[in-house]
């Protein structure tokens, strides 16, 4: 994807250098534009050693290209972040005075703005008319966090963290290029990890971030689904940007329950959360405390109910698509496909997405690579790359499904 990554003259400019590498880590090419007063808090080289690409503030660098106009005609995406109170009020009047605004005014991709200023700046009136104007527009102005601002001051006008930004403006452009293979329907996605307490303050848990879950909601509702999200402990952001409906749960019992409430009125439910297998079979209503010259006293585990295999049983709803995933390490006794084949065959899922783990794979990557496997053990897809990009290759298997 070609990205366009503008930068405004705000103290916040400096975490835009994250936002870039995380842009061009997921392999996409970034033009930096930044405002002259951007270039004020982080100068040209750093733009283009990160970019690999020449960086100008001006419309009269280059002429003979004809930048001003080539770069948002050429431009996928066009993301702003820092933006500051005056960029916003210059976009909104539709002023050119910059390579940056007469971008915005060429470009005919979707453009997402993130502010960033101060909270009484944020809450002017004029401010938040210069918002709703662009939005009427069609633009993706994202909210600004709450949090510590220049100096001692706290309030809302915070730029959301790199990664945030990087998510939801993905989202947007992909949402914007992706089929509508998927509309009309009500998709399920379980994502993160459960947790079974063993005490008040611990528990038996798992890896899982929820970041392929996340992207799974995310792609779904690009497409034009309608998505409910069952949340397990996730541990990052973006769960309501990604789905219409999001359910909170902690234990594997209640991530069961809130499937199946969800999913009996759901056309594809996807089991993407890692459910713990076993639970202790009596957690303590007080902390469990060291006995002095003693080992602690063991731990009694009981199974948990297997929750996709009861989906598949039970057809929570005619024409369900079921999909589950399968994290697995090879051994002694076989390689991570073949565990993944043996589980397709013993659950009986119409999908299986199966994803080698452990060693810097898997769990808390922002990569994954899954062997998707019907149910009868045979390999109909394999994707790598992105979480995201592995999401639309797995709903491009379910609507083959679906016809």
Same mark, same amino acid.
């Given at each position: 994807?070609?990205?366009?990554?503008?930068?405004?003259?705000?103290?916040?400019?400096?975490?835009?250098?994250?936002?870039?590498?995380?842009?061009?880590e997921?392999?996409?090419?970034v033009r930096?534009?930044?405002?002259?007063?951007?270039?004020?808090?982080?100068?040209?080289?750093?733009?283009?050693?990160?970019?690999?690409?020449p960086?100008?503030?001006?419309?009269?660098?280059?002429?003979?290209?004809?930048?001003?106009?080539?770069?948002?005609?050429?431009?996928?995406?066009?993301?702003?972040?820092?933006?500051?109170?005056d960029?916003?009020? =210059?976009?909104?009047?539709?002023?050119?005075?910059?390579?940056l605004?007469?971008?915005?005014?060429?470009?005919?991709?979707?453009?997402?703005?993130?502010?960033?200023?101060?909270?009484?700046?944020?809450?002017?009136?004029?401010?938040?008319?210069?918002?709703?104007?662009?939005?009427?527009?069609?633009?993706?102005?994202?909210?600004?966090?709450?949090?510590?601002?220049?100096?001692?001051d706290?309030?809302?006008?915070?730029?959301?963290?790199?990664?945030? !930004?990087? =998510?939801?403006?993905l989202a947007v452009?992909?949402?914007?290029?992706?089929?509508?293979?998927?509309?009309g329907?009500h998709?399920?996605?379980?994502?993160?990890?459960?947790?079974?307490? !063993?005490?008040?303050?611990?528990?038996?848990?798992?890896? /899982?971030?929820?970041?392929?879950?996340?992207?799974?909601?995310?792609?779904?509702?690009?497409?034009?689904?309608?998505?409910?999200?069952?949340?397990?402990?996730?541990? !990052?952001?973006?769960?309501?940007?990604?789905?219409?409906?999001?359910? /909170?749960?902690?234990?594997?019992?209640?991530?069961?329950?809130?499937?199946?409430?969800?999913?009996?009125?759901?056309?594809?439910?996807v089991?993407a959360?890692?459910v713990a297998?076993?639970?202790?079979a009596?957690?303590?209503?007080?902390?469990?405390?060291?006995?002095?010259?003693?080992?602690?006293?063991?731990?009694?585990?009981?199974?948990?109910?297997?929750?996709l295999a009861?989906?598949?049983?039970?057809?929570?709803?005619e024409?369900?698509?079921?999909?589950?995933?399968?994290?697995?390490?090879?051994?002694?006794?076989?390689?991570?496909?073949?565990?993944?084949?043996?589980?397709a065959?013993?659950k009986?899922?119409?999908?299986?997405?199966?994803n080698?783990?452990?060693?810097?794979?898997?769990?808390?990557?922002?990569?994954?690579?899954?062997w998707v496997?019907?149910?009868?053990?045979?390999?109909?897809a394999?994707?790598?790359?992105?979480?995201?990009?592995?999401?639309?290759?797995?709903w491009?298997?379910?609507?083959?499904?679906?016809?």
């Open positions: 994807m070609r990205i366009v990554l503008g930068v405004s003259g705000g103290i916040a400019a400096y975490k835009a250098v994250l936002l870039l590498r995380l842009l061009r997921a392999g996409h090419a930096v534009i930044p405002t002259q007063a951007a270039l004020r808090f982080v100068g040209s080289p750093t733009w283009e050693a990160l970019s690999g690409e960086v100008s503030a001006e419309v009269f660098d280059d002429v003979a290209h004809v930048p001003h106009v080539a770069l948002g005609q050429g431009a996928d995406l066009v993301v702003v972040a820092p933006a500051t109170a960029l916003l009020a =210059r976009a909104a009047a539709g002023r050119a005075d910059d390579l605004t007469s971008t915005l005014l060429t470009a005919r991709c979707p453009v997402v703005m993130a502010p960033a200023m101060h909270t009484e700046m944020w809450e002017h009136a004029a401010t938040r008319a210069n918002v709703r104007l662009l939005r009427e527009r069609g633009v993706h102005v994202i909210e600004p966090a709450s949090g510590r601002l220049t100096g001692a706290t309030g809302a006008g915070r730029l959301p963290e790199p990664q945030d !930004i990087a =998510r939801e403006a452009a992909n949402a914007a290029r992706a089929p509508q293979d998927l509309a329907c998709v399920v996605v379980s994502a993160g990890g459960t947790r079974e307490p !063993i005490d008040p303050v611990r528990w038996i848990g798992n890896r /899982s971030t929820g970041r392929q879950g996340l992207a799974l909601a995310e792609a779904a509702r690009a497409r034009g689904a309608r998505v409910t999200l069952v949340a397990a402990n996730l541990e !990052i952001a973006g769960a309501q940007a990604a789905a219409d409906d999001v359910v /909170s749960v902690e234990s594997t019992a209640q991530l069961r329950d809130a499937v199946r409430a969800a999913g009996a009125s759901a056309d594809v439910v089991m959360a890692a297998d076993f639970r202790p009596a957690p303590s209503e007080a902390k469990i405390k060291k006995a002095p010259g003693r080992g602690p006293a063991p731990i009694e585990l009981v199974e948990n109910p297997d929750i009861g989906l598949v049983r039970e057809r929570l709803r024409g369900q698509v079921v999909v589950g995933f399968a994290a697995e390490t090879g051994d002694a006794s076989g390689s991570v496909l073949d565990h993944g084949r043996a589980k065959l013993r009986g899922a119409d999908l299986l997405a199966v080698a783990v452990g060693a810097g794979r898997g769990f808390g990557t922002p990569d994954n690579e899954v496997l019907d149910a009868a053990g045979e390999q109909v394999y994707a790598t790359g992105s979480k995201r990009q592995v999401a639309d290759a797995l491009d298997a379910v609507a083959k499904l679906r016809g």
